[in-house]
């Protein structure tokens, strides 16, 4: 099989400056928007804890949202490949980060709760199974330094 190299393209531009820059630490905006070409801008701030707006998506809402979105589209490929029909699916996903006396921090892990709903109760087994080859394949899960668990619930409807 060839490698094949994927590049992805934005933008971010920092909406923040309230007339002095970054003069203080407090006298600053976190507001920020991503710009990707021909698709919806982004809003995007810090997290509560760092002075960000609470109503306002932060970069690591967007981590989790990432690895939750790549496992469900890794998945539902195995399904498809593996003819089982998926009816329904959702995730409640769940990411832990520490931060040091310093500020610095990092995830430590992240956990997935997908909802699964399927057609067929002979293909239960497998559906199950397939949670752990999707984390697998995920590209997202495959390029962070920290534990992606699966705890998936299927079900048949």
């Known amino acids: ?3 094949h190299t994927h590049t992805y393209e934005l933008e971010t531009i920092w909406e923040g400056n309230r007339g002095e820059g970054t003069k203080t630490y407090a006298g600053y905006g976190r507001g920020h928007r991503l710009v990707v070409p021909h698709k ?11 002075r960000g707006d609470p109503g306002v998506h932060n970069p690591e809402e967007l981590l ?7 496992h469900m589209l890794s998945y539902l490929a195995l399904c498809a490949l593996a003819k089982i029909e998926v009816t329904a699916y959702r995730d409640k996903a769940f990411g ?51 534990p ?7 079900v048949v409807g």
């Open 1 to 3: 099989m060839t490698n």
């Open 40 to 50: 919806p801008d982004i809003a995007l701030t810090a997290d509560i804890a760092f």
């Open 64 to 70: 989790v949202a990432a690895l939750s979105s790549c």
């Open 96 to 146: 832990t980060m520490i931060t040091d006396t310093s500020g610095a921090g990092h995830f430590t892990e992240v956990t997935l709760h997908p909802q699964v709903t399927i057609a067929n109760t002979a293909d239960l087994h497998a559906a199950i199974e397939l949670h752990e080859k999707a984390g697998k394949l995920c590209f997202i899960a495959n390029s962070v330094n920290f």
């Open 148 to 154: 992606v668990h699966h705890a998936p619930e299927v």
